[in-house]
């Protein structure tokens, strides 16, 4: 550190927390494009069993979600209360998941059914403890900025998995996967074995308490003029054994709503979407994908400058705005009886306001949470996006196939300003403007 106070996270710490994160991401991005096509072309399994197969991930995480992410918050180790996690996860995920070619080669069902249970079981493991990691060791006014990295390390994941994908499954409708399972194998080992390198999680986390603590001293010295340090340090113990008070309980219910209702509208436009644009807009071919491409980089190009921004206008404003300028896309497209260039522009903005809210949603619970307790608001908030997920495909997909596909934008509109509702009554979590000359902004500056 060279003792710089300009106030900028450390992104070079950020960076390396968010590596986690971009094995996790670039896992997913893998089982959501190869798992469906294994499972159909290999095991010859319909639409509705392969459903069944695919949501299992979904429905394991409203269970192994907030319980790991619990439990992190309780363990003491040597390498901190999350990095066991990620460090066993990762390792007993990347085990596992190296069976699943193997089973698909050998068209053995019942290996590779055993494989992918034990697969998510180890992926739900280390997910909540590794974005709980985060909040842990970045002072509060900094984590929608620092999250903002760790989504765009996401979508690094992401997109790596994605560019594998290409140049690693070969023609046919079952090719030899198991390069490709190497590949990611391989960047999730590397990523978490740079994490363990670089990050000291209990060194760190030692730092950012204790400077949190002088802060409290510092502002409630300047408050009071008389407030001695025991009395600081009594102060800062209670705040962080104190359970949730009821206000901030109510708004923790409608920030929880508010997280369900917008995964409800978004998740239905992206499940939908392919099918939608063939039955409405005639297209042909995978020419749908460029809409959903188009939102993708939009929300990769916003996640830095809405972290930015929002540390300026406060967290709850942006997440409103950014649902908002989704709500008035989702509207607009219920008129779009075919496909137009314009179509991109909508789709870019439904990025930037996705972003806007993902950037800045899960701070919000961190801020609101007691001050021990972020592994099990984590998997909490995980636990309502899960839930959205599971939920949204059966009921958007019902009234799709029973009333009509141009249900689908409709459907959307109404979830998102449900959202904006709902949102508004969140009074609790907001950023709070930084101090200049913080010894805070002090601790977490670039080196």
């Known amino acids: 550190m060279n003792g710089k106070s300009n106030g900028k996270l450390n992104y070079g710490r950020t960076f390396c927390i968010g590596l986690a994160f971009l094995s996790i991401c670039s896992f997913w991005q893998m089982y959501d494009n190869i798992i469906p096509l294994i499972l159909k072309n290999t095991f010859h399994l319909g639409e509705t069993v392969t459903g069944v197969v695919m949501a299992m991930d979904n429905v394991l995480a409203l269970v192994l979600l907030p319980v790991f992410g619990t439990l992190s918050d309780k363990v003491d180790t040597p390498l901190g209360r999350r990095t066991p996690f990620i460090v066993v996860g990762t390792v007993s995920a990347v085990v596992f998941m190296m069976i699943l070619p193997t089973a698909d080669n050998k068209a053995n069902l019942v290996l590779f059914v055993a494989a992918l249970f ?18 842990d060791l970045t002072p509060e006014p900094l984590r929608s900025k620092a999250n903002a990295v760790i989504n765009l390390m996401g979508a690094v994941g992401g997109v790596y998995a994605l560019i594998m994908i290409k140049l690693l499954v070969g023609k046919g409708d079952t090719p030899d996967y198991l390069p490709l399972f190497v590949s990611i194998a391989a960047l999730m080992v590397l990523a978490v074995g740079i994490l363990l390198i670089t990050i000291r999680e209990k060194k760190l986390r030692a730092q950012i308490e204790e400077l949190e603590a002088q ?14 340090t025991a009395v600081s340090d009594a102060t800062e ?16 219910y409608f920030m929880l709503a508010s997280i369900f209702l917008w995964f409800t509208a978004y998740n239905a436009v992206t499940t939908a979407f392919s099918r939608y644009t063939k039955v409405v807009w005639k297209m042909e071919g995978g020419s749908f994908a460029d809409c959903l491409m188009v939102a993708t980089v939009a929300a990769i190009l916003s996640y830095i400058p809405i972290g930015s921004i929002s540390s300026k206008i406060g967290r709850k404003k942006t997440i409103l705005g950014g649902v908002l300028l989704m709500s008035v896309c989702y509207g607009a497209a219920i008129f779009a009886g075919t496909y137009t260039p314009l179509m991109n522009v909508a789709f870019a903005l439904i990025g930037v306001g996705w972003a806007a809210i993902n950037v800045n949603s899960y701070p919000m619970i961190v801020a609101m949470s007691a001050g021990g307790d972020i592994g099990k608001f984590t998997g909490t908030y995980y636990t309502f996006s899960m839930a959205a997920q599971i939920l949204t495909p059966i009921l958007s997909g019902f009234l799709l196939e029973n009333v009509s596909y141009r249900t689908l934008f409709p459907y959307a509109l109404v979830f998102s300003l449900l959202a904006f509702l709902t949102m508004t009554q969140v009074k609790h979590g907001d950023s709070r403007p930084e101090r200049k000359k913080s010894r805070l902004e002090n601790f977490d500056v670039e080196d």
């Open 118 to 135: 034990f697969t998510l079981l180890s992926m739900g493991l280390y997910r909540s403890p590794a974005v709980a990691l985060m909040p």
């Open 215 to 228: 802060e409290g001293e510092r502002a409630c010295a300047q408050e009071t003029g008389a407030e001695s």
């Open 237 to 252: 113990a209670d705040r962080k054994m104190t359970k949730l008070s009821p206000e901030v309980k109510r708004s923790m």
